[in-house]
């Protein structure tokens, strides 16, 4: 069953930091670029950042560039995002996402990044 | 960055009727890379289609995509109980990926 598993999240205060992961299992995970959406609260849907099968090239959403940095661990079938200088805004539901053909097909079940002091 | 702006909002409609959702790009986006997306609530986003008009995997045939340029559109032929949700497009440009805000299409 191809899966993606978010985890990493929970409570941070402003200014803070915090690393997400997300295990991908069921397919090849070096064959595809893989992303990350977040969602606030009763709000849409938001790209966070993206990565390259290799890792050579990165993409970020212009609202955390500079703050959040994405890498991956093929050997180990990992994404990671690294998120710094946390703000109130960045509080949302963070998922994991597969991309294929431009288009995100497979979605892990996220995982919760609050920012509150 | 490419806008997306969804239309409308809100979708009133019945069991049975016609869905169509628009969505309208800041700038011209390749009809490649043009998605959209269904949430249903405390639910995980599904793709529904691709490449405008192409539909993932398992999608029923009553789900159809069209537009091209700025102007795109999700057809719903005739609702089922259960595509009362909510729908982003979504698009890829430029190294930039971006979402609609959404149409919750809800029964009447």
């Known amino acids: 069953e191809v899966q993606l598993v978010e985890s990493g999240g929970g409570l941070v205060q402003p200014g803070g930091s915090l690393r997400l992961s997300c295990a991908a299992s069921g397919f090849t995970f070096n064959n595809y670029d893989m992303h990350w959406v977040r969602q606030a609260p009763g709000k849409g849907l938001e790209h966070v950042a993206g990565i390259r099968t290799d890792g050579g090239s990165t993409y970020y959403g212009s609202s955390v560039k500079g703050r959040f940095t994405i890498s991956r661990d093929n050997a180990k079938n990992t994404l990671y995002l690294q998120m710094g200088s946390l703000r109130a805004e960045d509080m949302a539901l963070y998922y994991c996402a597969r991309r294929k053909i431009s288009a995100f097909d497979i979605w892990g079940r996220g995982t919760m990044v609050t920012v509150s002091s | 960055e490419i806008v997306l702006t969804q239309s409308p909002g809100t979708l009133s409609l019945s069991p049975g009727e016609r869905a169509t959702l628009s969505c309208r790009a800041s700038?011209?986006?390749?009809?490649?890379?043009l998605a959209w997306y269904q949430q249903k609530p405390g639910q995980v986003p599904r793709l529904l289609m691709y490449?405008?008009?192409n539909r993932a995997t398992g999608i029923p045939d009553r789900f159809s995509g069209s537009g091209s340029g700025t102007d795109f559109t999700l057809t719903i032929s005739r609702l089922e109980p259960e595509d009362f949700a909510v729908y982003y497009c979504?698009?890829?440009?430029?190294?930039?990926?971006?979402f609609g805000q959404g149409t919750k299409v809800e029964i009447k």
């Open positions: 979504q698009q890829y440009g430029a190294s930039t990926w971006t």
């Open positions: 490449g405008t008009s």
């Open positions: 700038q011209s986006v390749s009809s490649s890379y």
